[in-house]
């Protein structure tokens, strides 16, 4: 019963449980592929931040220079 809920906890978790005659080397590489995907959605989730921090500095500027202008 013990070893069901760790897989049901690993599978909950986004963590796959070493499969029967699994190697340590197999499973570090799992890993590592597993961390290197998380890496590059993180950064992508990143980019997109600083994209639109962009985007409204641009636009507070703009209106900024605009109301300047009117007066």
């Given at each position: 019963?013990?070893?069901i809920l760790n897989q049901i906890a690993g599978l909950q978790s986004g963590?796959?449980?070493p499969l029967k005659g699994e190697s340590e080397?197999?499973?570090v590489a799992q890993l590592e592929k597993q961390l290197a995907t998380v890496t590059e959605q993180r950064i992508q989730h990143?980019?997109?931040l600083q994209e639109h921090q962009v985007a409204m500095q641009v636009g507070q500027h703009s209106r900024s220079w605009i109301f300047m202008?009117?007066?």
């Open positions: 019963m013990t070893s963590v796959a449980p080397s197999e499973r990143l980019e997109k202008q009117d007066i």
